[in-house]
């Protein structure tokens, strides 16, 4: 067992990612379906991984059971009242997701401050450090995929699509309407809540991350840095903290 490096877990509403990183990089990644976790699917999952420490963030409590049941008490849960280098100024800090707290972590450490992260998820969350380093907040609006689900899901005629970008602004078809409208709008949302957000907090750092980053911010004529990484970065500083 390497007792120098960390096995990073961040349990999401669709997937589990799972990072084995030293102090200061990710070494590899994998994942798994967050439905189908269990203690035999986890061990299968880290097989081959050496690590001393694990640090966990989970947004679907039902699944930590079986995390804990592999690796006890000595696990790293993070929460609002673990230790993770910057503050929580916060009126129920317990309701923060901890993922939304690992971004932050990250965010800080890693960007600067103030800024912003944007989350790409099943729910897009724009989450706030303050210039002195705590968490003071967010926005959290639907996510891309669960926009476009949700019109297939809710109409009669209107197909599930794949995502991709718009050849023109003006569909001239079903799918290309969803797409145009899919792209732009998402586009014009996140716009307009980086623009109110800046009326509060000016010359953020921002920094996106999730699974729509990449292609959601090509498209835009904004300053943002997006790294797919972000969550497990902050786990990874957390982490890191429990050696001093």
Sequence with gaps: MNSRQQLLIDVGNGRTKF????????????????????????????????????????????????????????????????????????????????????????????????????????AVTFDIVSADAHYIGGVIAPGLRLMTDYLHERTALLPRVDLSEPVTAIGTSTKEAILAGAAIGYRGMVKGILEALRKELPAPHIVATGGDADWIVSGMEETITVDPDLTLHGLRLVGNLHDA
């Design 19 to 122: 990072g084995l990183a030293s102090a200061e990089v990710i070494l590899d990644r994998r994942e798994h379906a967050t439905r189908e976790i269990s203690p035999d699917s986890i061990q299968e999952v880290v097989k081959g991984w050496e690590f001393g420490r694990v640090v966990l963030c989970s947004v679907v409590p039902k699944a930590v059971a079986a995390f804990r049941e592999v690796f006890g008490a000595e696990m790293i849960e993070l929460r609002y009242d673990t230790r993770m280098g910057i503050g929580v100024r916060y009126p129920k800090p317990e309701s923060i997701g901890p993922d939304r707290l690992a971004n932050a972590v990250a965010l800080a450490r890693m960007h600067g401050t103030p800024g912003i992260v944007i989350d790409f998820g099943t």
